[in-house]
């Protein structure tokens, strides 16, 4: 069974950092292709970061330069480090993953991925 778990949100002021992690099990990790995603109230799910089982990685351009994602393939973790801070970065971030190997444009569209985690809650305030 496949299980994505979420963890590392919470709230800070503008110019912060966060660290999110998204602990994987029940598949084979190194081969997926695995993303995050945010949620802001009353807007569609975005595509932020997104890293191909070769480590081919697409940022959405609203992350380039701020945010930093990462696998740990030993520890079967993914990883988000998230700097500079704004409060646009508000909302619900998800954690995704699919055992089929994306093309870099693809690797921030929500219909790319077949799990997805319960989220974690940004707050960032100005």
């Known amino acids: 069974q496949v299980q994505l778990v979420e963890s590392g949100g919470g709230s800070v002021q503008a110019g912060g950092s966060l660290r999110l992690s998204c602990a994987v099990s029940g598949f084979t990790y190194a081969t997926y292709c695995m993303a995050w995603f945010r949620q802001a109230l009353g807007k569609e799910r975005e595509g932020v970061a997104g890293i191909d089982s070769d480590g081919s990685i697409s940022y959405a351009d609203s992350a380039k330069g701020r945010f930093t994602i990462a696998k740990d393939n030993a520890k079967n973790i993914l990883y988000l480090q998230m700097n500079s801070l704004l409060p646009e970065d508000t909302g619900m971030y998800y954690c995704?993953?699919?055992?089929?190997?994306?093309?870099?444009?693809?690797?921030?569209?929500?219909?790319?991925?077949?799990?997805w985690g319960q989220g974690t809650q940004v707050t960032v305030s100005s």
């Open positions: 995704a993953a699919d055992r089929v190997r994306r093309m870099l444009s693809q690797l921030l569209l929500p219909r790319s991925y077949t799990y």
